[in-house]
C-alpha cells in the first residue's frame, strides 16, 4: 500500500465522488454536450497555468537536486498538458488571446489557490498531497475511460491524452513521490492532517467538474 492509496481509502466516497463524477462519465459515453466541455476545457487550461506555478514552487522548494528535478518534470508534464487545450480550443475558433483572457471562475480559483497556499503555507510533502487529486486522479480517469474509445470518438482525443503512457507514468512518479517524501516522518498526527488535505483537495477537484456542468447544465448541441 502506498501513501496515496491510504489517503484515497480514508476519504472514502470523496473519492469516486470525483473521479465518476456526472461530468466524468458523460464525457465516457458522449452524452456530454460540447458547450458545456467547451467551458470546462478553457477554465482547465487557467486552472494548468496556476499548477504549472504549483509545480514551479515545488521545485524551489526543493532540498535537493533530485527533489528539484522531480518539480522540473512535474512542469514539463503541465506544460505539455496546456498544448492540448490550446489545439482543442484553436479548433473551435477560440485564438491564444481570447484563451489568455478568458476571466476565471469561482471553482478555478477556489482549488489552484488551495493548491498555491497549501504550498506557500507548508512543506513540499503538502504541496503534492493537495497536487495528487489532479495529477493521479486524471490517471486514474483515464485509465478508467481507455475502454470507451474508438476512432471517432467525440472526446477521444482528452481521453487519448490522459490514458496515454506519458501521463500515467507522471502518475506512477507523483504517487512514488509521496512515499519518498513521507518516508520515517508519518506519524498519525500527520497523516490526519494529510488525509484534511487531500479530501479538499478532492472536493474542490469534484466542483470544478460541477462548475461546467452547474453553467450550463442544460446545454444541447
Keep these: 500500500m502506498t501513501l ?9 466516497e470523496t473519492w469516486p465522488d470525483y473521479t ?12 456530454l454536450p460540447l458547450p458545456v466541455f ?22 524551489y522548494k526543493g532540498r535537493s537536486l533530485a527533489e528539484i528535478r ?14 492540448l487545450h490550446r489545439r482543442l480550443t484553436q ?32 512543506g513540499l510533502l503538502d504541496l503534492h498531497v493537495a497536487l495528487a487529486p489532479c495529477v493521479i486522479g486524471y490517471a486514474e480517469i483515464g485509465r478508467e475511460l481507455a475502454p470507451h474509445l474508438h476512432e471517432d470518438h467525440r472526446y477521444g482525443e482528452w481521453i487519448a491524452e490522459y490514458a ?15 512515499d519518498t517524501l513521507a518516508e520515517g516522518t508519518l506519524t498519525t498526527r500527520r497523516f490526519n492532517e494529510l488525509v484534511t488535505l ?24
Design 4 to 12: 496515496f492509496d491510504d489517503l484515497k481509502q480514508a476519504i472514502g
Design 20 to 31: 465518476r463524477h456526472e461530468f466524468v462519465t458523460r464525457l465516457g459515453d458522449e452524452t
Design 38 to 59: 467547451q467551458d470546462y476545457l478553457v477554465q482547465d487550461y487557467l486552472f494548468l497555468i496556476h499548477f504549472a506555478r504549483a509545480n514551479a514552487l515545488a521545485a
Design 70 to 83: 522531480d518539480g522540473a518534470a512535474a512542469l514539463a508534464v503541465i506544460l505539455d498538458e496546456t498544448e
Design 91 to 122: 479548433r473551435w475558433g477560440i485564438s491564444l488571446e481570447e484563451l489568455d483572457a478568458a476571466p476565471e471562475k469561482m471553482a478555478t480559483v477556489a482549488y489552484t489557490r488551495f493548491v498555491l497556499d497549501s504550498g506557500h503555507s507548508g
Design 164 to 178: 496515454g503512457a506519458g501521463f500515467q507514468e507522471a502518475a506512477d512518479a507523483a504517487i512514488q513521490r509521496l
Design 198 to 221: 487531500f479530501a479538499a483537495a478532492t472536493r474542490l477537484e469534484r466542483d470544478f467538474w460541477q462548475q461546467a456542468l452547474d453553467v450550463r447544465g442544460s446545454a444541447t448541441d
